[in-house]
């Protein structure tokens, strides 16, 4: 069965700039959730999906977005971009929202703003 | 709000001793408890969880946590260490209330196992 796959795996982008991350569940994962990752902060949840819906969302700026598809894969969206959004940004799959069931991360994106 | 503390920065063990990694939680409810290791350029990898039950719970690895409720801490434990082992070690805790729409995991900063040979 194959893992949860985030696409791109690194990224370059410059101050003021707009980025989107995609990240495929596992076969039959319906929650989808995201993290962000710096040396500074640790690991911070930024929102999950389920059914499409947002079901969570963390304290993160409006800049912050995403969607999550019929087909429960996941984009997350990052606008006006600045220095402190590089980071590695990871999403989780679940088989649903709210079980006892644990997350099964992707490899992550690593996200660089120059 | 539910919060993980990892005391330790970096724990090392040589080779073949017991590695424990600590963790102690807060949540209002009952939790549920989660480890998970890092390595390099890779994404975190489930070990083991605690949701309810025998407070020993055994994992992936050869890795077990025991889930100690009164002291809140639910530490990673493995008998003998390998070199292998080496990597960063996440605890994390999520609120099982409310029960729907809820995967949000809060984890500690991380501890670096390092393995000396």
């Known amino acids: 069965k194959a893992g949860v796959t985030q696409t791109p795996r690194y990224l370059i982008k410059t101050r003021g700039q707009q980025v989107t991350l995609s990240c495929s569940p596992i076969?039959?994962?319906?929650?989808v959730s995201w993290y962000q990752q710096t040396p500074g902060q640790g690991l911070q949840f930024l929102f999950e999906?389920?059914?499409?819906?947002?079901?969570n969302k963390g304290n993160f700026p409006g800049r912050f977005s995403g969607r999550q598809f019929s087909n429960s894969r996941s984009e997350m969206n990052v606008s006006t971009l600045e220095l402190g959004d590089s980071a590695l940004y990871l999403c989780?799959?679940?088989?649903?929202?709210?079980?006892?069931?644990?997350?099964?991360f992707g490899d992550g994106t690593r996200l660089s703003i120059l | 709000a539910q919060s993980v503390a990892q005391p330790e920065d970096q724990v090392n063990v040589a080779e073949g001793n017991p590695l424990t990694v600590k963790c102690t939680y807060s949540?209002?409810?009952?939790?549920?408890l989660f480890w998970y290791v890092q390595y390099p350029n890779r994404g975190l990898q489930f070990l083991l969880k605690?949701?309810?039950?025998?407070?020993l719970v055994k994992g992936s690895y050869g890795f077990e946590a025991e889930f100690n409720k009164s002291q809140t801490s639910f530490h990673l434990k493995k008998p003998s260490a390998l070199v292998s082992d080496s990597a960063l070690y996440f605890c994390?805790?999520?609120?099982?209330?409310?029960?729907?729409?809820?995967?949000?995991?809060?984890f500690g900063k991380g501890n670096q196992v390092v393995v000396i040979p």
């Open positions: 989780a799959s679940s088989l649903d929202s709210g079980s006892n069931q644990p997350q099964h």
């Open positions: 994390a805790v999520r609120d099982p209330l409310p029960s729907y729409g809820n995967n949000r995991l809060a």
């Open positions: 949540v209002s409810g009952n939790p549920y």
């Open positions: 999906y389920f059914s499409e819906t947002q079901r």
């Open positions: 076969s039959g994962h319906r929650s």
């Open positions: 605690y949701i309810t039950g025998d407070n």
